[in-house]
C-alpha cells in the first residue's frame, strides 16, 4: 500500500512512525512532513488542495490522512472523495464543529451535550456590554482557528476587555476572533479523548492529558501543548461513563440527526469538575500531542483499524498496560514572538526515547528550529516515573539555542 499523511508536525511524524511497522505499507508521503518524517518516508512540498489530489490520483495513493484542522475546514475530504480517493477525515460541513467555536457550542446546546453555560458574540459592543456586569474568572474564545492559541482565561474586567479588543478590533488571530465565545469558568482537570468514527459509531481510545499552559504549574498562556501522557491517572472509570452518557452519546445523536456522522478522527476536549465531565472543545482530528502518548500504547495495527472504520466495521481499542509521556521541547518565546534557524545538536545522543522531531527541517546536512514546538520526546514504561526520566534524560542531552520545556510534565 501507498499512504499520504498530510502535515508537517510531531503528531503525523508519530503517526508514520506507527504504520511504518506494517510491511504492507510500501511507501508514506508527507505533505510536507519534517525533519524526522523524511526518516520514515518521503517529503513532498505541497499543500494546495488540488495539486495534492493530483498528486494522490497520479502516484495511486491507496489512503490518506489529515493531520491539521486547516486541511479539513477548507473541505480537503470532499475533494478527495469526490476524485474517488480514500481519505480518513470529516467533510468540510463536519469540520465546522472545530472551524467554529461558536457552531460547536450551539450544537452542544442543542443536543444537551453537558458544556460550560455560555454566550456567543460577534458584537464588539455587546461582547463589552456582557463583561461589564460578568461574573470572574472567566473564558474568552476566539470562534474561528487559531493554532490552539485562542483561549484566555480572564481573570478580572480589564483582562477581558483587553482580551475582546484584542480578538475583535486588533485582530490579533485574524478573522477567527471577530466571533468569540464568552463562557463560565470550571474549575476541575483537563482530559483529551480521541474516538475513531466509522460513519456509524465512535470508539473512544484511553484518555490522555494535554499540558496547555507554556509554564510549570499550568502557568503563563496557552499553546499548542507542551506535553502529555496517557492514560491521565486522574480519570477514573466513573468518570469514564459519566463522559459516555452526558458527552458520547448525545454527540452521536446530535451528528446523525444533522447527517454528519463521518470517517475519521473525533477529538473530546474536557473539564472534569466535582460535578463531573463537561465539553470544552471539539476538535475533528487526532489530537497533537495526545496522539504521541497513545499510539505506543494501542496494540492494534493502525493500517487495520482505518481500514476498517472506512468500510463501516465496528472496532475493538486494545491498549497496553503501560504509561506514556511526551514532553515538547519549545523555541524561547513561543507561544509568541520566536526565531527560527538554530542548529539542533546530540540528536542521536538521544537514546532513552523516541525523538519525533515537530518545528524541525535539515539544510546544509544539519537539523534546525523551525517552529515553536520543535521537539517531542515520547517514551513508555510501567509507571509515570520510568517514562518520565527517559525523556527527561534526553531533553538534558538534545541543545538548541533558546530551548525551553516545562519540568512537571507526567510529575504527579
Same mark, same amino acid.
Given at each position: 500500500?501507498? /499512504? ?44 494546495? &488542495? ?12 491507496? %489512503? ?8 479539513? /475546514?477548507?473541505?480537503?475530504? =470532499? ?6 480517493? &480514500? ?48 461574573? $470572574? ?13 485562542? /483561549? ?23 478573522? *477567527? ?38 509554564? *510549570?504549574? +499550568?502557568?503563563?498562556? &496557552? ?8 492514560? @491521565?491517572?486522574?480519570?477514573? *472509570? ?19 440527526? +444533522? $447527517? ?18 463537561? %465539553? ?7 489530537? =497533537? ?14 493500517? =487495520? ?39 539542533? @545538536? ?8 523516541? /525523538? %519525533?522531531? *515537530? ?37 538534558? @542531552? ?8 516545562? =519540568? ?5
Amino acid at each position: 500500500m501507498r /499512504v499520504l499523511i498530510i502535515g508537517n508536525g510531531g503528531r503525523e511524524a508519530a503517526i508514520g512512525r506507527k504504520l511504518a511497522e506494517d510491511r504492507r505499507i510500501s511507501q508514506i508521503f508527507f505533505a510536507k512532513g519534517n525533519a524526522a518524517t523524511e526518516q520514515i518516508g518521503k517529503n513532498i512540498s505541497l499543500t494546495d &488542495n488540488q495539486d495534492l489530489v493530483n498528486f494522490a490520483t497520479k502516484e495511486a495513493i491507496d %489512503l490518506t490522512i489529515v493531520g491539521p484542522e486547516a486541511f479539513l /475546514v477548507s473541505g480537503i475530504v =470532499d475533494e478527495f472523495t469526490k476524485a474517488g480517493l &480514500n481519505i480518513f477525515g470529516p467533510s468540510k460541513k463536519v469540520a465546522k464543529l472545530e472551524g467554529s467555536k461558536a457552531y460547536s457550542k450551539k450544537f452542544m446546546q442543542d443536543y444537551g451535550v453537558k458544556t460550560a453555560d455560555a454566550q456567543i458574540f460577534n458584537s464588539y459592543v455587546e461582547a463589552k456590554a456582557y463583561l461589564e456586569t460578568a461574573k $470572574y474568572p472567566l473564558i474568552i474564545k476566539a470562534s474561528g482557528l487559531a493554532q490552539g492559541k485562542g /483561549v484566555v482565561l480572564a481573570e478580572d474586567k480589564d483582562e477581558a476587555m483587553k482580551t475582546i479588543h484584542d480578538f475583535m478590533i486588533d485582530k490579533i488571530y485574524g478573522d *477567527a476572533g471577530i466571533k468569540v465565545v464568552i463562557e463560565e469558568y470550571l474549575r476541575g482537570f483537563e482530559a483529551s479523548i480521541i474516538c475513531f468514527s466509522n460513519g456509524k459509531d465512535l470508539f473512544p481510545c484511553i484518555a490522555a492529558k494535554d499540558y496547555k499552559r507554556v509554564g *510549570a504549574g +499550568n502557568r503563563g498562556p &496557552n499553546t499548542g501543548g507542551m506535553g502529555s501522557v496517557a492514560p @491521565t491517572p486522574e480519570f477514573t *472509570a466513573e468518570h469514564e461513563l459519566d463522559f459516555r452518557k452526558y458527552i458520547l452519546e448525545p454527540t452521536i445523536a446530535g451528528l446523525k440527526d +444533522n $447527517y454528519l456522522m463521518f470517517k475519521g478522527f473525533i477529538f473530546f476536549g474536557l473539564m472534569v469538575t466535582d460535578k463531573g465531565c463537561h %465539553l470544552l472543545e471539539y476538535n475533528m482530528r487526532s489530537g =497533537d500531542p495526545e496522539t504521541q502518548v497513545i499510539l505506543p500504547l494501542l496494540e492494534n495495527n493502525l493500517l =487495520d483499524t482505518i481500514n476498517d472504520c472506512i468500510e463501516g466495521k465496528d472496532i475493538e481499542l486494545k491498549f497496553k498496560d503501560e504509561k506514556a509521556v511526551c514532553l515538547v521541547m519549545a523555541s524561547g518565546g513561543y507561544p509568541g514572538k520566536y526565531e527560527t534557524g538554530y542548529e539542533i @545538536t546530540h540528536l542521536d545522543r538521544a537514546t532513552q526515547s523516541t /525523538v %519525533l522531531l *515537530a518545528g524541525a527541517s535539515t539544510k546544509a546536512g544539519g537539523v534546525y528550529t523551525a517552529g515553536g514546538r520543535v521537539i517531542n520526546l515520547v517514551a513508555t514504561g510501567k509507571d509515570f516515573e520510568e517514562a518520565r526520566k527517559k525523556v527527561y534524560s534526553d531533553a538534558k @542531552t538534545i541543545q538548541f539555542d533558546y530551548a525551553f520545556y516545562r =519540568d512537571d510534565i507526567a510529575k504527579f
